[in-house]
């Protein structure tokens, strides 16, 4: 099991492009797999519930370089422990949400590394800002300021031809620059976190600079 865990992850990381981090998604998966891929040089791992990846932090505590990235829907009551907890949250998608974020920041004094979530396509099963809305928004995440909002973050619906996710992801590209030149959002975003085990070639193609891989390098997921 651990030789083709690690032959996936060289897989991976010989055709990343430089600028292009691998972000290994342990979520379901064991610890025991987590260290097989720390010690193929592995250092950044995702997870998507708290509960589950407080115990997984728990027992990799020797691992102190691991960087973890939160990448599930985040409760407003969870704000504080995913701050005290993870080095980066992937999944602000409410306006309230990084409210919350901010003002914990503020008293804990840290000042978390973010993406916000956003949905290139209209999608009722996701969380996360359409691009309209996000403009809405922006005043008050320019307002913010304990948070380090790095860049865009984005999940496709199923069912997409190639032609289709590429667009898709194109369009969180630009809208990452648009961003950018808008002198009312005070924010240097440098980050695009997209791209799953089905589709992140083409992320990469669009420019992603976070894939996050789960079953392609620890297997099928089994929530039983
Ligand atoms: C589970 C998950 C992934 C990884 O999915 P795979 O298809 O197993 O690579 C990536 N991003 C998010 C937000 C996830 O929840």
């Given at each position: 099991?651990?030789?083709?865990?690690?032959?996936?992850?060289?897989?991976?990381?010989?055709?990343?492009?430089?600028?292009?981090?691998?972000?290994?998604?342990?979520?379901?998966?064991?610890?025991?797999?987590?260290?097989?891929?720390?010690?193929?040089?592995?250092?950044d791992?995702?997870e998507?519930?708290?509960?589950?990846?407080?115990?997984?932090?728990?027992?990799?505590?020797?691992?102190?370089?691991?960087?973890?990235?939160?990448?599930?829907?985040?409760?407003?009551?969870?704000?504080?422990?995913?701050?005290?907890?993870?080095?980066?949250?992937?999944t602000?998608?409410?306006?309230?949400?990084?409210?919350?974020?901010?003002?914990?920041?503020a008293?804990?004094?840290?000042?978390?590394?973010?993406?916000?979530?956003?949905?290139?396509?209209?999608?009722?099963?996701?969380?996360?800002?359409?691009?309209?809305?996000?403009?809405?928004?922006?005043?008050?995440?320019?307002?913010?300021?304990?948070?380090?909002?790095?860049?865009?973050?984005?999940?496709?619906?199923?069912?997409?031809?190639?032609?289709?996710i590429?667009?898709?992801?194109?369009?969180?590209?630009?809208?990452?620059?648009?961003?950018?030149?808008?002198?009312?959002?005070?924010?240097?975003?440098?980050?695009?976190?997209?791209?799953?085990?089905?589709?992140?070639?083409?992320?990469?193609?669009?420019?992603?600079?976070?894939?996050?891989v789960?079953?392609?390098?620890?297997?099928?997921?089994?929530?039983?």
């Amino acid at each position: 099991m651990s030789d083709q865990l690690a032959n996936q992850i060289a897989f991976f990381q010989q055709q990343l492009p430089a600028t292009t981090k691998l972000i290994a998604v342990s979520k379901t998966h064991s610890v025991e797999k987590i260290r097989a891929a720390y010690e193929v040089g592995v250092r950044d791992f995702a997870e998507n519930r708290l509960q589950e990846a407080l115990a997984k932090q728990k027992e990799l505590a020797d691992l102190k370089d691991i960087c973890w990235h939160f990448i599930g829907h985040l409760q407003k009551n969870k704000a504080k422990k995913a701050i005290a907890h993870f080095d980066w949250i992937h999944t602000i998608d409410s306006l309230a949400l990084a409210k919350k974020l901010n003002n914990y920041a503020a008293t804990m004094a840290v000042v978390p590394k973010c993406c916000l979530q956003v949905k290139p396509l209209p999608d009722p099963n996701k969380f996360g800002w359409d691009f309209e809305q996000l403009q809405q928004d922006l005043s008050g995440l320019a307002a913010c300021n304990h948070l380090k909002i790095q860049g865009l973050m984005t999940i496709l619906p199923l069912g997409l031809t190639s032609n289709e996710i590429l667009a898709a992801f194109t369009s969180v590209q630009k809208l990452k620059e648009q961003l950018n030149e808008n002198s009312a959002f005070p924010f240097a975003l440098s980050e695009l976190s997209m791209g799953m085990s089905g589709d992140y070639e083409l992320a990469v193609q669009a420019g992603s600079t976070m894939i996050r891989v789960g079953s392609a390098i620890f297997g099928q997921r089994s929530y039983a």
